[in-house]
């Protein structure tokens, strides 16, 4: 198996009483693509914010490349990209000072090449253009150029794929392969019938409709029920 970046141990969370997984286990590896699955409500979001440290409320234990996590937050930051499921676009500005404003002290990036990064994710001849005059998937978009510049060894992208149209599905889903191919990591939750192969599974919710918020997780042919 390839380096192990992100491993939990026994995870649990509730919220409002109401359990939303336990005994979760599971490696996120270098140069592997997991999906978080579930119906609504199930918890992929609270396990995604989890895993990048923006909430706290859950027990087990997280490892950053085999120790504790919150022993090496600052570090575990640095490597980690975390897109949410609002694009987190600020409206007044443009593509390019959104980009310029989210790579603020992690990142020196010339202004060449996040005109590229905007080219790449289909946004030509939009770069200066306020950001409230775009589209749903535009904005999403603008986020979603962040990607191509990252050097960041772990994404972490909740509901990625949303508003995007066919192509810019196909181009997300490309771009996540060859960055797993790369060496990179990549988690992912999303509704779409994604075409990405040899992905690993986290399933949250597994057996909710009888009451008991099982999850299971399968690392792409091997398969653990908890
Ligand atoms: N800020 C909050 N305070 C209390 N409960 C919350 C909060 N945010 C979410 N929840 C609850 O946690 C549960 C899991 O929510 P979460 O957003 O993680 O689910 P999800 O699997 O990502 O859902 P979806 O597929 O609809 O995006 C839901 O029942 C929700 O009501």
Redesign the pocket.
């Known amino acids: 198996m390839s380096e192990p970046l992100l491993q939990a141990v026994d995870l649990q969370c509730e919220?409002?009483d109401?359990e939303?997984f336990r005994a979760l286990n599971f490696t996120i590896a270098a140069g592997t693509l997991t999906r978080?699955e579930?119906?609504?409500?199930?918890?992929?979001?609270?396990?995604?914010?989890i895993l990048a440290g923006l909430n706290d409320s859950f027990s087990g234990r997280l490892l950053w490349q085999g120790e504790p996590r919150d022993a090496r937050r600052e570090e575990f930051l640095r490597n980690l990209l975390y897109i949410g499921?609002r694009p987190g676009i600020k409206p007044l500005l443009t593509p390019i000072e959104n980009l310029r404003g989210l790579l603020a002290g992690r990142q020196q990036v010339a202004d060449t090449v996040l005109r590229q990064a905007l080219e790449g994710t289909g946004l030509a001849g939009y770069q200066d253009v306020p950001c409230r005059n775009l589209s749903a998937g535009q904005q999403r978009r603008v986020a979603l150029a962040r990607l191509l510049i990252s050097d960041e060894p772990l994404w972490i992208l909740?509901?990625a794929f949303t508003a995007l149209d066919f192509h810019g599905v196909e181009g997300l889903e490309r771009l996540l392969v060859e960055r797993a191919a790369n060496g990179g990591a990549v988690v992912v939750?999303t509704?779409h019938d994604l075409r990405l192969p040899d992905i690993h599974r986290i399933v949250?919710?597994a057996t909710a409709v009888a009451g008991d918020h099982g999850a299971t997780c399968q690392q792409a042919g091997e398969a653990h029920a908890h």
């Open positions: 919220r409002d109401r939303l978080v579930g119906p609504n409500g199930s918890g992929k979001t609270t396990l995604l914010r499921h909740d509901e939750t509704h949250l919710g």
